[in-house]
């Protein structure tokens, strides 16, 4: 990407939730970013090699039209991709196998600007839907991606309004070109590592990276120590990141239930919930538990109790103790935890402290130990 150079390791959380299309070869565990993982296509010559012509067309403007239209898989054919740079406006035409998605990101960094989707207007010297290397204006940059390479025998556009070219050879009727890796890495695709046809695609959510900035801003800023030789050099820079947010949203997909959040104690935003269906006999226990240092949200509305257990659920506090009329017949509160360990127990008054006490310090527990 444009801020880490040449490297990057990203740590993901996978979930149908994420932002992200990661790839994942089961075989070898390999995974990638799809943005920077290679794609790499093994072409097999389909039709026979034959002379370019020119077809007549008539409004087959998409892939599936021409499949359909010559009777040819998507393999044999070359689709035109237009962007225009962010800095003039320029424009540029990626040429990539039809059954294949430019990646953008790709696309970016081979050129070394930005780009944004093309406005193709009645002056730019392009046909939509017609749209091919032959006869292309010098004022457009043109790529190609490694899907093309060699194919002899590819139907394209050529750059007429309902016309289309058959048998088109890239070298011997474009000329030599530099094959570039432009494409998006599919479902099925082949494993960069191991070589196998078993990649899948998987969403998943970006929770922490690390980019390897080498001597790139130190150098741009001139930034320089003396080393114990007196020599000066470039300190090698590194930046790491922890998406606080993104690690909210990460541990609610991972710890919920059907009712709300699970928080796990050590991040949760209250450790302890307590509901109180009569104020008066509640109101010691949370300037107790106040006093012992454990955060408490203090529910005392005049609700009615399904209705607050339903928005305690929702909150996702780990600990609840509810003090009622009922339980305070017997001199108790009810405590429970939100991921159902314990469940509606009954501990005297006395005691609840020590007994909240205990569960924190277990449920913490619980957590550092997979930390270790």
């Not at 030789?229 to 919920?256: D, F, Q, T």
């Not at 959040?261 to 949370?286: G, N």
């Not at 009622?324 to 509606?344: C, F, G, M, W, Y």
Request: aromatic fraction near 6%; charged fraction near 25%; hydrophobic fraction near 35%.
């Amino acid at each position: 990407g444009m801020m880490g150079g040449s490297l990057s390791h990203e740590y993901m959380l996978l979930t149908p939730a994420g932002e992200d299309s990661i790839a994942i070869c089961p075989e070898c565990g390999y995974s990638a970013n799809v943005e920077a993982a290679p794609s790499i296509v093994h072409n097999e010559n389909k039709l026979p090699k034959e002379e370019m012509r020119e077809v007549e067309t008539p409004g087959v403007g998409t892939i599936e039209d021409l499949c359909e239209f010559l009777n040819i898989p998507a393999e044999n054919t070359c689709k035109a991709v237009v962007y225009q740079k962010n800095e003039d406006d320029s424009y540029i035409v990626a040429f990539i196998r039809g059954d294949l998605d430019i990646n953008e990101t790709k696309l970016v960094n081979a050129l070394g600007c930005d780009i944004h989707p093309a406005e193709i207007t009645a002056d730019c010297e392009l046909n939509a839907g017609f749209i091919g290397p032959v006869g292309l204006s010098d004022k457009i940059t043109v790529l190609f991606d490694n899907s093309l390479k060699g194919v002899d025998n590819f139907a394209t556009g050529a750059n007429k309004v309902d016309k289309h070219y058959v048998g088109f050879n890239i070298e011997r009727d474009y000329g030599e070109v530099e094959y570039l890796d432009l494409a998006k890495i599919t479902e099925g695709g082949t494993c960069p590592e191991c070589g196998k046809h078993t990649i899948t695609i998987s969403r998943g959510i970006e929770v922490g990276n690390i980019f390897q900035l080498g001597t790139k801003y130190s150098k741009t800023m001139n930034f320089k120590y003396t080393d114990e030789n007196g020599e000066e050099k470039y300190p090698i820079m590194g930046c790491y990141g922890i998406g606080v947010g993104r690690m909210a949203a990460s541990i609610c997909e991972v710890r919920h239930d059907d009712y709300g959040p699970i928080w796990p104690i050590t991040i949760a935003p209250w450790q302890v919930h307590l509901c109180c269906l009569r104020s008066d006999d509640a109101d010691k226990l949370y300037e107790t538990l106040q006093n012992k240092g454990i955060e408490v949200i203090y529910d005392d509305r005049k609700a009615r109790p399904g209705a607050m257990f339903a928005d305690a659920d929702l909150l996702g506090v780990p600990v609840r103790v509810v003090v009622s009329p009922r339980n305070l017949k017997e001199n108790a509160v009810e405590i429970s935890t939100r991921d159902k360990q314990i469940d509606k127990q009954k501990t005297p008054m006395d005691d609840a402290v020590a007994e909240v006490e205990r569960i924190i310090k277990k449920l913490t527990d619980d957590i550092y130990e997979h930390v270790k």
